[in-house]
T-cell receptor, first 113, second 115 residues
Framework: AQSVTQLGSHVSVSEGALVLLRCNYS??????LFWYVQYPNQGLQLLLK??????LVKGINGFEAEFKKSETSFHLTKPSAHMSDAAEYFC???????????FGSGTRLQVQP | KAGVTQTPRYLIKTRGQQVTLSCSPI?????VSWYQQTPGQGLQFLFE???????NKGNFPGRFSGRQFSNSRSEMNVSTLELGDSALYLC??????????????FGNGTRLTVT
């Protein structure tokens, strides 16, 4: 069975600082991995996805994620946080015969001025 | 291209009542999935429809049901509402399925409050 673990339910950074949101997955075969962002009172918006190929995936709004098979990780980073990045971020996995996305519990990012 | 549209945005119902939520997918998308989001349980998969057929179902009681129409629009129904059904219900559409890595495109959800 697939599962996703997001370390840290809340992360706080200063504006301009590095953003690092952690995601580890468990899957018996290479999965499809996604990061979504949710702003208050809205649905989820796709930030980026990993399927196969390059291990560094670039997404929207300056975010990127690195797929590390040896560590079963797919951490999300952004070099410089902006106030508008404050939101909740979800890591998700699918594939390997499982059609539905399995989401992590989410990480709420707070950006301090 | 218009995004996923969910109606209504907000609903207040009383225990024991039933409710129907509606979702219009992105044009051309034939797969529609439903998720329940609560502070305690997070995002949980309800079901997925493709070409009017339910392809996948999550671990929810039979009170939760859905359907998809020939134009890909979908509805979900919850009968005999319980307080614990209060949640944000999210609909998402995709071109393919989770098996092929197709990403989901979400609507803004319907917030259901059961009193």
């Amino acid at each position: 069975a697939q599962s996703v673990t997001q370390l840290g339910s809340h992360v706080s950074v200063s504006e301009g600082a590095l953003v690092l949101l952690r995601c580890n997955y468990s899957s018996s075969v290479p999965p499809y991995l996604f990061w979504y962002v949710q702003y208050p009172n809205q649905g989820l918006q796709l930030l980026l996805k990993y399927t196969t190929g390059a291990t560094l995936v670039k997404g929207i709004n300056g975010f990127e994620a690195e797929f590390k098979k040896s560590e079963t990780s797919f951490h999300l980073t952004k070099p410089s946080a902006h106030m508008s990045d404050a939101a909740e971020y979800f890591c998700a996995v699918s594939g390997a015969g499982r059609r539905a996305l399995t989401f992590g519990s989410g990480t709420r990012l707070q950006v301090q001025p | 291209k218009a995004g996923v549209t969910q109606t209504p945005r907000y609903l207040i119902k009383t225990r024991g009542q039933q409710v129907t939520l509606s979702c219009s997918p992105i044009s051309g998308h034939r797969s529609v999935s439903w998720y329940q989001q609560t502070p305690g349980q997070g995002l949980q998969f309800l079901f997925e429809y493709f070409s009017e057929t339910q392809r996948n179902k999550g671990n929810f009681p039979g009170r939760f049901s859905g359907r998809q129409f020939s134009n890909s629009r979908s509805e979900m129904n919850v009968s005999t509402l319980e307080l614990g059904d209060s949640a944000l219900y999210l609909c998402a559409s995709s071109l393919g399925s989770g098996e092929d890595g197709s990403p989901l495109h979400f609507g803004n959800g319907t917030r259901l409050t059961v009193t």
